[in-house]
């Protein structure tokens, strides 16, 4: 029976190594970190999303294994069977003063959370507005509602508003964005989204792993960015970006919606709670994040030095107000090949081509880290500059 689908898939996994898009894991036989250890040596690492260089903070191992210490290893329960700790309240509560909203709701990972919040508020007479590079989790979630679905180009207002006019005769809307697009890293306009939501009574939900941590003037997000406190409904996040690396993703917003989902989020009434090490280190991390906006600060800084290095060398990079530099390459062999000589060079990246980003649209996506030290910085913008000499992309 196997051996018809065998043969397709031989077949498919023949076409893409040839075309040369097989994505291969490279194996970390260390902590992530700025610095880490893999078959190749040791190189710095610059396509993780440890966005306040969190992953291995010893504040965060050491509330882990408190954590377990005091509260066991595992749940072996959903939430609402026997699976709630107070640990988990303690952290709800904690997401929720963190983006001043009202309560929050835990899943093991942000695309559960994506994946949960839209079916148990939204039917067949309702709508739902999303931009067109919204991630993954949000288009699978979407199609998991009976409601009916729409969307306009990135970040477009005009087309948001052509949206906005078309489904007035909806019972209810809602506007469905990434804070920060994962792949460009650029910001949504949330000010001016929500404005048209007000005009045309439409709920606002916002997307905040590349965000939160990250953007706004102490790194709270699209809303302390935008000053919208208030004006967005519904906040998804996770544990696992700028939030201390693991796992772990949240919904946080209006009391209503929250304890709604607490009824009939699937993925939160039929997964396992959050184990208490990580819901231990979370709680942590938010106090981190309370006392000091130093890892914040440094990341900004390191942001914007790599940038202005980048773009004097002559690379192409996309606008960004987040700590992702895509550095357009277009060509996804290229990116390929790109990624794999500066691997030579002691800096690992990766290379995103299509289906991830559109066709003739690849590039490297460097991600930067509180952790990285201004030396990594220099290292990372000469190996860059020398492989796009070596491959022709630049002068000299």
């Known amino acids: 029976m196997y051996g018809k689908i065998k043969t397709w898939l031989a077949d498919e996994l023949t076409a893409i190594e040839a075309a040369g898009l097989y994505k291969r894991e490279r194996i970390i036989a260390s902590p992530q970190r700025a610095s880490i250890a893999v078959g190749e040596g040791t190189v710095l690492n610059f396509c993780a999303n440890n966005y306040l260089g969190l992953s291995a903070h010893p504040r965060l191992v050491a509330a882990a294994k408190a954590a377990m210490d005091s509260h066991g290893f595992g749940m072996s329960s959903v939430r609402f069977i026997c699976g709630t700790q107070d640990l988990h309240k303690t952290l709800e509560e904690a997401i929720s003063k963190y983006f001043r909203t009202e309560d929050t709701i835990l899943y093991a990972a942000c695309f559960d959370a994506n994946g ?30 009976k409601a009916k679905r729409y969307r306009y180009e990135n970040a477009d207002m005009a087309a948001l508003e052509a949206c906005l006019r078309d ?33 045309y009574d439409a709920l606002v939900m916002v997307d905040e792993c590349h965000s939160a941590g990250v ?24 544990l696992g970006k700028a939030f201390g690396g693991a796992i772990g993703g949240f919904t946080t917003g ?4 929250i304890e709604l989902l607490r009824q009939r989020s699937r993925p939160y009434l039929f997964s396992n709670s959050i ?59 290229l990116s390929q090949l790109f990624a794999s000589r500066m691997l030579d060079e002691g800096i690992y990246v990766t290379g995103f081509y299509y289906p991830v980003v559109p066709k003739d649209q690849a590039r490297i996506r460097v991600q930067l880290s509180a ?11 000469a190996a860059f500059i020398k492989v796009g000499r070596e491959l022709g992309l630049l002068d000299g």
Not at 116 to 138: K, Q, R, Y
Not at 254 to 257: P, Y
Request: net charge negative.
């Open 275 to 333: 184990p208490p090490a990580i819901v231990g280190a979370g709680i942590e991390m938010f106090r981190m994040l309370d006392e000091s906006d130093e890892l914040h600060a440094k990341l900004a800084d390191n942001v914007e030095y790599f940038r202005t290095q980048m773009l004097a060398a002559g690379f192409d990079i996309k606008p960004t107000q987040s700590a992702i530099c895509a550095v357009m390459l277009y060509d996804a062999k």
């Open 167 to 199: 489904t007035q005769g909806h019972r209810f809307r809602i506007i469905v964005t990434d804070g920060v697009f994962s792949m460009d890293g650029n910001v949504a306009p949330m000010n001016k989204i929500c404005e048209l939501a007000e005009r």
């Open 215 to 238: 953007v706004g003037k102490t790194g709270r997000g699209v809303s302390e960015l935008f000053d919208v406190y208030g004006r967005i409904d519904i906040y998804t996040g996770t």
């Open 254 to 257: 209006r009391r209503e919606i």
């Open 116 to 145: 949960g919040v839209f079916e148990p508020l939204f039917g067949e007479n309702d709508a739902i507005i999303s931009d067109m590079l919204n991630h993954a989790s949000i288009i699978d979630g979407v199609r998991l509602s």
């Open 371 to 381: 952790g990285h030290e201004r030396e990594h910085l220099d290292k990372c913008v």
